[in-house]
């Protein structure tokens, strides 16, 4: 069960889809939401610095300062009209230092929500892929574009066998237990096509069904590359609301690397995704 449950909050971007959603889940599950904005601090080079005017320097905290209040505002207003329990909190750190902060909060709470990066406008990329490889939580990411909140008609669970993808299914079965159709959706490739996915497919569907999931194997051919294309082009056909996958990826010299699949759903995606590592 969904008790609590954390969002990022957007400054820059002219609507907040990820506010909206985080509180429609809230409702939905009668749980309390809690509104982080950042207020960065100016992180200018050493050798910058001592160049620039104090009163620049202030100028630009406050101005981020006022952003971030800005933001909790509209958040407190949304959340007190839809009539949820809500906490709003501000936090003062250097940009670069924010991804870890977030984290290190929402491994307190039962899931994230973040806004999917918008082109030229919001870079939310370190923020997702950090939460992912760092809470032991799962999140959401919402495009956005998106104007509805949670919606629950149609779940399409990407299963490959994977423990990623078990865990990520397991995390979501508050959600599935109250959808009305889940699909669970196996990719055939060279990787999975073999009869012994196919099984595993069959054995979690039975896992699922035992927890009143109203669950249905299906299957989509795509090449190894084509993967994310393929669950993208599914979820159109189905009309499905939220997508849950695995997320995948390694870290390499304290660098997180996406795996490819995580990365391009990331960037293409349409409907919600709840991911979990």
Request: aromatic share 6%; with cysteine.
């Amino acid at each position: 069960m969904i008790k609590d449950l954390v969002v990022n909050l957007e400054q820059q971007a002219a609507r907040d889809p990820a506010r909206d959603f985080a509180i429609s889940v809230a409702k939905t599950f009668g749980a309390h939401v809690a509104g982080v904005a950042f207020a960065f601090v100016s992180d200018f080079p050493g050798y910058i610095a001592p160049q620039l005017q104090p009163d620049v320097l202030a100028q630009i905290t406050a101005s981020s300062e006022k952003a971030a209040l800005a933001a909790i505002d509209s958040f407190d207003m949304a959340a007190d009209q839809s009539q949820v329990s809500r906490e709003h909190r501000m936090l003062k750190a250097k940009q670069v230092d924010a991804p870890l902060i977030l984290s290190a909060l929402a491994r307190r709470f039962d899931l994230s929500v973040f806004m999917q990066s918008e082109p030229n406008v919001v870079d939310n990329d370190d923020m997702i892929e950090t939460s992912l490889f760092e809470t032991g939580r799962p999140l959401i990411v919402v495009p956005y574009i998106q104007r509805d909140g949670l919606q629950l008609d149609r779940l399409v669970c990407c299963w490959d066998g994977s423990p990623a993808a078990a865990r990520a299914i397991n995390d979501a079965l508050p959600l599935l237990v109250k959808a009305a159709t889940v699909d669970l959706l196996i990719v055939l490739n060279e990787k999975t096509s073999s009869g012994e996915t196919e099984i595993r497919g069959a054995e979690m569907a039975k896992h699922l069904a035992r927890h009143g999931v109203k669950v249905q194997i299906e299957t989509t051919p795509a090449a190894d590359i084509d993967v994310a294309n393929a669950i993208l082009s599914y979820v159109a056909d189905r009309s499905a609301t939220l997508v849950v996958m695995g997320g995948y990826g390694h870290s390499r010299l304290r660098e997180v690397i996406l795996g490819g699949v995580t990365r391009d759903m990331l960037k293409s995606m349409t409907v919600p995704v709840f991911m979990s590592h």
